[in-house]
């Protein structure tokens, strides 16, 4: 399984929006609805930010939102804070069901200019 | 609130194993699923294994076949990750983190640190 494609880094100014996109395959995003997303500041626990492509966890703020076209995801973070700089990773159920498994994009650092 | 705290990490030698292990409490423990997921140094997140929440079905990134295993008990709400045959790319930060129906990964611990080194 290879990992999913994100851009190395994105970048943006406070209030500003980026978009992250997360590039998979046939056998991955764009089969299954279950693409999450993952912001990990180093040295810490990651936190799950986004689930099932669409879906925001309680406590996780409503500036950031996920969607999916195909076989890409992507995430987007409007009104940009400098708490939001972090790595970003999503991550697709790959399957199938008698071999499941999970695979990870390569990460996007997010720089708050 | 969920707390995961993983354990066992360090520095070993090529071909040598290690037990890692993750304690976790806040929630009950043997009714979910849990994963096993490194990072490399520079690298993205990895996939490892994931074990089901009664232990019984178990299963593995290509890359660790063979050489590691996952496993949990639940009466000490510890899961394990058992690795062998280690080789220096194996190198990496490792979280556990615990399943929500076979979908994501809601609550991560902040991992442990394994380097292999000779």
């Known amino acids: 399984q290879s990992a999913l494609t994100q851009p190395a880094s994105v970048s943006g100014s406070p209030g500003q929006s980026v978009t992250i996109s997360c590039t998979g395959t046939?056998?991955?995003?764009?089969?299954?609805?279950?693409v999450s997303w993952y912001q990990h500041h180093p040295g810490k626990a990651p936190k799950l930010m986004i689930y099932?492509?669409?879906e925001r966890p309680s406590g996780v703020s409503h500036r950031f939102s996920g969607s999916k076209s195909g076989s890409t995801a992507s995430l987007t973070i409007s009104g940009l804070q400098a708490e939001d700089e972090a790595d970003y990773y999503c991550?697709?159920?790959?399957?199938?069901?008698?071999?499941?498994?999970?695979?990870f994009g390569g990460g996007t650092n997010l720089a708050v200019l | 609130q969920v707390q995961l705290v993983e354990s066992g990490g360090g520095v070993v030698q090529p071909g040598r194993s290690l037990r890692l292990s993750c304690a976790a409490s806040?929630?009950?423990?043997?009714?979910?699923?849990m994963h096993w997921v490194r990072q490399a140094p520079g690298k993205g997140l990895e996939w490892v294994a994931v074990?089901?929440?009664?232990?019984?079905?178990?299963y593995y990134a290509d890359f660790v076949k063979g050489r590691f295993t996952i496993s949990r008990d639940n009466s000490k709400n510890t899961l394990y990750l058992q690795m062998n045959s280690l080789r220096p790319d194996d190198t990496a930060v490792f979280y556990c983190?615990?399943?929500?129906?076979?979908?994501?990964?809601?609550?991560w611990g902040q991992g442990t640190l394994v380097t292999v080194s000779s």
């Open positions: 983190a615990k399943d929500t129906d076979g979908s994501y990964f809601d609550s």
């Open positions: 806040g929630f009950t423990f043997r009714t979910y699923g």
């Open positions: 074990v089901s929440y009664d232990g019984h079905a178990k």
């Open positions: 046939s056998s991955d995003v764009e089969s299954y609805n279950l």
């Open positions: 099932e492509v669409t």
């Open positions: 991550c697709s159920y790959a399957g199938p069901t008698n071999s499941p498994s999970w695979v």
